[in-house]
């Protein structure tokens, strides 16, 4: 998809809007934070910010969204630092988008176009390109409007449509019928997951679940908690780097507890305040492996010290995806570069930790491990020697020791549920 997007390496002026009335209020501490991240969102899509600029005001202008007088403003500034591009902080309206350009005579896009636009740089795999791509278009689907000569009505009366109108009506059909068409495919796609989940729910490995923030250390988390798997190795390491959306498709790892317990760890894409509804509608059926989890790890970035906004942020979308009731535990990472008291304290169990370092990181996995354990069912059991297959698939998912008696093999166990009616009939003692 071509759009303004390619525009972004080129030299930008930031734009938000600071409503000051009671029903929409903004505080001073909420747009400067949000105007600090769309400076981070806009050097990760390779943007040069040139200046920001801010205005206050007691609504929004349905025509231009924020005053006619500063967009002249706008245009001046941009005049003056030789910017070509002016990236405003909230979603903007196709009108709103035209009628903007058209005093500023420059491109304009949104906070919601330049995400998309990372988003669509970030996506490696077939499904995260369908996933983008479908996001992108139902964006700019109501965006087309007719503008300028290209979309003019020309020479005809009322309900005739000049060769604009009909270039407008053909670019609106291409992309319905694209968005069908995507639509049709992440359906497979979502049909060959499920198979692939179903698999692993029968294999009764727990499943944990990263969340959190965008580049708040999800992805430095999992290669550090899946090295000590015996089946490891550098290639099963997830992409690392300081910037926003480094890493987007679902990657899903094997683990180890202290207990040599395995596990199965999954690592989603990042949020962001104003995460586009079209990114989350689109990325649900991903994001609903998060809901199939049996714990969630809320990954914060602890030196960030509006780290209390991420973490709204982060549980409005699991709200959205139906995950918000899940077990949980904060995991406020980064500890290492904080030097005062957190006096945020959550109501699930939380840890602090510098997952780069490796800082309470054996804290982490006692506490992984005491969820993961509170569900299973310590027993005892006898199996006969002719049984053998039964001690091999025990072995394959528990840590245990054998004893040798007349009458088999004694073993005990913390089992789940489902095992512990799979092999009830060699149970011969339950421990409390």
């Known amino acids: 998809m071509e759009d303004n997007m390619n525009k972004l390496e080129e030299r930008m002026i930031l734009v938000g809007l600071n409503v000051t009335d009671y029903k929409k209020n903004t505080s001073s501490t909420k747009i400067e934070e949000s105007m600090i991240e769309l400076e981070e969102l806009a050097k990760a899509a390779g943007g040069n910010v040139l200046g920001s600029i801010i205005q206050n005001r007691d609504n929004y202008d349905v025509a231009y969204y924020l005053g006619k007088g ?27 988008i035209r009628n903007l350009e058209e005093i500023i005579g420059l491109d304009i896009i949104d906070r919601t176009a330049l995400i998309l636009d990372i988003f669509a740089k970030r996506a490696l795999s077939r499904e995260g390109k369908l996933q983008v791509e479908l996001a992108q278009y139902k964006y700019r689907l109501p965006r087309l409007i007719g503008v300028g000569k290209e979309m003019s009505r020309l020479g005809g009366g009322i309900g005739t449509k000049g060769p604009g109108e009909k270039k407008l009506e053909t670019d609106k059909r291409h992309i319905r019928e694209r968005i069908y068409d995507i639509q049709r495919e992440l359906k497979e796609i979502k049909k060959n997951r499920e198979i692939q989940r179903s698999k692993r729910l029968k294999s009764n490995l727990p499943i944990v679940a990263l969340v959190g923030y965008t580049n708040s250390g ?46 199965l760890i999954t690592d989603t894409v990042g949020f962001v305040s104003d995460l586009p509804h079209y990114l989350v509608e689109a990325f649900k059926a991903t994001l609903e492996e998060v809901s199939y989890a049996d714990l969630l790890l809320h990954v914060v970035d602890s030196s960030n010290e509006h780290f209390n906004l991420q973490i709204d942020t982060t549980l409005g ?66 199996i006969p020697f002719s049984n053998g297959e039964v001690i091999n698939s025990l072995h394959k998912k528990y840590n245990f020791e054998e004893n040798y008696s007349e009458e088999g093999i004694l073993v005990q166990i913390d089992i789940t549920e489902e095992d512990y009616g799979r092999y009830k009939k060699y149970i011969v003692e339950e421990v409390l």
């Open 218 to 263: 999800k992805s430095t988390l999992l290669n550090k908690l899946i090295q000590s798997h015996r089946e490891y190795s550098a290639d099963k390491d997830v992409f690392v780097k300081d910037m926003l959306f480094a890493t987007l498709d679902v990657s899903l790892r094997k683990a180890i507890l202290p207990s040599n317990k395995e596990y």
């Open 317 to 382: 979308v699991l709200k959205e995806i139906g995950a918000a009731d899940k077990p949980m535990i904060y995991v406020f990472n980064k500890a290492d570069k904080v030097n005062y008291e957190l006096d945020y304290k959550p109501k699930d169990e939380y840890v602090f930790i510098s997952a780069k370092t490796g800082y309470n990181n054996e804290q982490l996995l006692q506490k992984i491990e005491c969820h993961i354990n509170s569900n299973l069912k310590k027993v005892k059991l006898l």
């Open 70 to 96: 500063k967009a002249e403003e706008i245009k001046e500034y941009a005049n003056n630092m030789q910017a070509n591009l002016i990236v405003f902080n909230e979603e903007l309206s196709g009108a709103q």
